[in-house]
């Protein structure tokens, strides 16, 4: 199974449970990171933030 999302890609970051958005800030898909328990991660960054993010699929929408 392949990542849905590639490097390059602007995406938006819901980490919570309740589906909210970390900001409204469009984040990257900086790198591809190999599965956990079953699902793809990725490291992403937001140009406005000094610090990369790991997220999981899950956690990632396409940027409207």
Same mark, same amino acid.
């Given at each position: $199974?392949?990542? =849905?999302? =590639? /490097?390059?890609?602007l /995406?938006d970051? $819901?980490?919570?449970?309740?589906? @909210? *958005? #970390?900001? #409204?800030? *469009?984040? =990257? @898909?900086?790198?591809? !990171?190999? !599965? +956990?328990n079953? &699902?793809?991660?990725?490291?992403? =960054?937001?140009? %406005? +933030? %000094?610090? &990369?993010? /790991? #997220?999981t699929? #899950? *956690?990632?929408?396409?940027? /409207?």
């Amino acid at each position: $199974m392949a990542h =849905k999302y =590639k /490097v390059g890609q602007l /995406v938006d970051f $819901m980490p919570g449970r309740a589906g @909210i *958005q #970390a900001s #409204a800030r *469009q984040y =990257k @898909i900086v790198r591809l !990171l190999p !599965l +956990e328990n079953g &699902e793809h991660q990725y490291r992403i =960054k937001c140009t %406005t +933030e %000094t610090f &990369e993010r /790991v #997220a999981t699929e #899950a *956690q990632l929408s396409r940027r /409207v």
